[in-house]
Structure formats: structure tokens, C-alpha cells
């Protein structure tokens, strides 16, 4: 499907809004964590519903990197997705399917399981929750059909996606990966590059977008946190290429850019984003999510008429313990 094709069909994707009207949105990622916290979690998609935002994404990881995966786990996520009122929009972490290789996870393979994840919660281009939205989705570009977890959609004007951009380096091992067998390594970095490029159109194509109906702002949600990646533990970088599209196209675009993203279990508000490249850029902000222990979510009000476009904070749980701000990474909990 052309350009034109992928406007027209997300702008009529059923959350139109009217001409500068405001709307706000939730977000969080990286939970529940074992089922301790099951309780905590269902309270917090109980205060989603009673602040009734537009939509609601999460942005990654539904179990801990620890648990093994199992498909009845999948569907109980899946029923607490459709219990949110509104709609929910879901892009995949590394603990459903890249980490699965782990001996803790029962040593199983990562690609069974990512296609486990495709085909429970992207088999159709519509959002999950009560009140799901129309979505256009990757599966509509010529050669990049597999990837139907990445996301578009509309309101006020404002462009948002979701991008499947994982931790643990996006799966871009080491060559020399002791954990894996040579089969398995070459397997992990094929997928590795074919998901980076359809990434790297995604975000292309969402920029692209916003240009042509000269959107007021964008937004990315991902689930990793792929600023502190570069040269950790002997390996290159694996969001190089993401971040570098994410930057050229925010820099060319010149409008607010706000990126959403979980993984390191903690709230962060971070305007006017460094990005490896060592440029600053002042109408790029970055927004990460409470995780783990930390059951709570983040809230934006998007205001499509004003200059900064998106205003973000805490949306805290009642009932659940406060959060420690700012938290560092270690205290953030296991991921």
C-alpha cells in the first residue's frame, strides 16, 4: 500500500477528535511481575477505567524476565487488556519472547514464542479493550507483511506508533553468545536486522505521515530503553539504526516528539533528548514508565493548539505503595 493509502486509512481510524480539542492518554509498561503483584496491577487498570483516557498503551514486557512463558499466562493478559473500558494498544517486550532462550525460562525458542505473541494479540488491525480502534498496521507494506505488531493511529491530528524495539540489546547478541548454540546465534541476529529495517521504515513511514497532514506532534511508544545501549558488555548497540531514523526524522519534522518507552523500571521526564550522536534536540522529549514493583502508569494530556503539544506526569495508583522518585536503574527491580 502506497503513502496515500496508509493516510487515508489512519485518519479515518475511529478516535477523530474535534479541531483542538484535548485528550489525554496512559501508558505503562513492564508488569505485572510474578503473581504478587496481580492485585496491584488490577488496581491500576481499575483507576485507568475510572480516568477513562482516549486510549491506553503498554509498552512491553507482561512478565518478568524470569518467569518462563507459558500460552495460558498469554490469554489471562489478554483478558486484562480487554478489561480497560477504553483502548489498548499493546507493542511486545523482550521478556515475552527474546529472553525465553534462558535456562530459567526453560531454555525454549525465541521465534515459537514471538510468533506465539503475533498471533494472540496482533491477528486482526484493531486495538484490544472494550472499546477498541481501527489500527494500521506494518503488515500493509510489501515486505515487511510479517511484522503486524507495529502501529498507527490518529487523534487530533496527532500521530502516534508503536514500534517493536526490545531490551536486551533488541536481540542483537554477541557473536560469541556462550548461551546460545551457533544456529541459534545466527538465528537471533537474522532477526535482529530484518526487524531493525522494518523498524526503521516504521518510523520513516509515521514521520512521513506527519509531515504530509502537518500533524501538531508525534509520538513513539517502545518498550526499550535504547539511549544506555551502546558498547554494554563488549556489544555494539543494537537501536543504532532506530534511533538514528528517530532522529533525522524528529530533527526534519522540528515539531514536539514524544517518546514513551518502559524497560528500565522507572519514571522518567526527560525534555530535550541527547541522542548518541552526542546532538541535542530540543522539541524531542522522552517519557519512561513505572515497572516492576512500581505498579503504577504515567498520564499525557495532548493538547493538539498548544506549542508543547504534550504534557506528562504520574498517574498514582491508590492502594499501591508510592513510588521512590527518582529511582536509579538498580533500585528499579529485576527485570
Not at 480497560?84 to 523482550?94: F, H, K, M, Q, S
Not at 479493550?129 to 511484522?147: C, D, N, S, Y
Not at 516492576?292 to 503539544?309: E, F, N, R
Amino acid at each position: 500500500m502506497g503513502l496515500s493509502g496508509l493516510l487515508s486509512a489512519s485518519g479515518a481510524d475511529g478516535v477523530a477528535a474535534k479541531p483542538g480539542e484535548r485528550f489525554s492518554f496512559v501508558a505503562f509498561g513492564c508488569m505485572p511481575y510474578g503473581k504478587e503483584n496481580f492485585p496491584a496491577y488490577e488496581r491500576l487498570l481499575k483507576e485507568i477505567n475510572r480516568h477513562g483516557p482516549s486510549f491506553t498503551v503498554h509498552c512491553g514486557d507482561t512478565k518478568s524476565g524470569s518467569e518462563p512463558p507459558s500460552d495460558a499466562f498469554m490469554t489471562q493478559v489478554h483478558r486484562w487488556f480487554d478489561s480497560l473500558d477504553g483502548a489498548l494498544i499493546y507493542t511486545p517486550g523482550d521478556n515475552e519472547w527474546t529472553d525465553v532462550h534462558r535456562k530459567n525460562n526453560g531454555s525454549q525458542d525465541p521465534l515459537v514464542w514471538l510468533a506465539k505473541v503475533r498471533t494472540e494479540y496482533f491477528s486482526t488491525e484493531r486495538s484490544m479493550g472494550r472499546a477498541p480502534i481501527p489500527l494500521v498496521t506494518q503488515r500493509r507494506e510489501k515486505g515487511f507483511e510479517k511484522f503486524v505488531e507495529n502501529a498507527r493511529w490518529v487523534r487530533g491530528g496527532v500521530v502516534f506508533a508503536t514500534v517493536h524495539a526490545v531490551g536486551s540489546n533488541n536481540n542483537r547478541i554477541k557473536t560469541d553468545d556462550r548461551e546460545r548454540s551457533g544456529p541459534a546465534r545466527e538465528s537471533a541476529l537474522a532477526e535482529y536486522r530484518e526487524r531493525e529495517a522494518a523498524n526503521v521504515a516504521w518510523v520513516r513511514g509515521t514521520f512521513a505521515e506527519a509531515r504530509a497532514t502537518r500533524a501538531p506532534g508525534v509520538a513513539l511508544f517502545f518498550q526499550a530503553e535504547p539511549f544506555d545501549a551502546a558498547e554494554k558488555d563488549g556489544r555494539e548497540s543494537g537501536f543504532t539504526e532506530f534511533l538514528g531514523a528517530v532522529e533525522q526524522e524528529a530533527k526534519h519534522f522540528e515539531r514536539p516528539v514524544l517518546l514513551v518507552h518502559a524497560d528500565d523500571h522507572r519514571y522518567r521526564l526527560e525534555p530535550k533528548v541527547r541522542f548518541p550522536s552526542g546532538e541535542k534536540h530540543d522539541n524531542v522529549t522522552r517519557l519512561g514508565v513505572f515497572g516492576a514493583g512500581d505498579i503504577h502508569a504515567v498520564q499525557v494530556t495532548v493538547d493538539p493548539t498548544s506549542k508543547a503539544v504534550f504534557l506528562a506526569g504520574p498517574l498514582l495508583v491508590p492502594g499501591n505503595p508510592l513510588p521512590v522518585l527518582p529511582r536509579s536503574k538498580k533500585e528499579a527491580g529485576k527485570k
